[in-house]
């Protein structure tokens, strides 16, 4: 079930031209009434920068597939939900800038946001909870976290094996190999001292005649 839904639940703080005051605004209030407000005024710039990235891929979206009245752009295929099924045509990419190009011209001189956004944000709504079962807005859900939590949980043992082999390696060097090592560097010293101090021949010591 969800719950607090961002396209009608006030999160976005603004400076409000008409007052002079800050408030907040849902994400579909802030698109009908966009030319009412001066700023945004969040807690810290880095705050406002955040919401600002959201909202402007929101229009990027939008009108990188609608012209300003609604229609799709020039070589644009969309589905039902509105998502773009495939890249445009290189021979439908002249008309595509040009269209583009005069709708943001038109963005710009209305100095406010058409009905199509609305209705973009619209047909994405079950999106925008941000508590909810299959899709909390900006987060992983229940299920994504477990699957996660056993592929860490894989990546962990493997960790753990190539560790263990690597502390039973750095055991084996310190107690096995290297004292075997000194035993065969004593023998050494003692097999040298006796051929030079006793002058056995060295065919004795090697069993040959």
Known sequence: MGRFNLLDEAWISVLDNRTGNKTAVSILEFFRNSGNYHAFAGEMETQNFAVMRFLLSVIQTVF??????????PGVIVDDSWRQKEPVDE?????????????????????SFPEVILQYL???RDRFYLFDDEHPFYQVNQNEMNEESATQM???KRLL????????ELVAARFVWQPAYNAFQVCQSFRVFFLSHLRVPRETLDGQQ
């Not at 990188?64 to 752009?73: C, M, Q």
């Not at 094996?161 to 039973?168: E, P, Q, R």
């Open 154 to 156: 894989k990546d962990l």
């Open 122 to 124: 619209e047909k994405w």
């Open 91 to 111: 021979d439908d990419l002249d008309d595509y800038g040009e269209a583009v190009s005069e709708c943001w011209k038109q963005l710009f001189i209305s100095g």
């Open 64 to 73: 990188s597939r609608f012209d300003f009245y609604g229609n799709i752009l």
């Open 161 to 168: 094996f190539v560790g263990v082999f690597i502390v039973i």
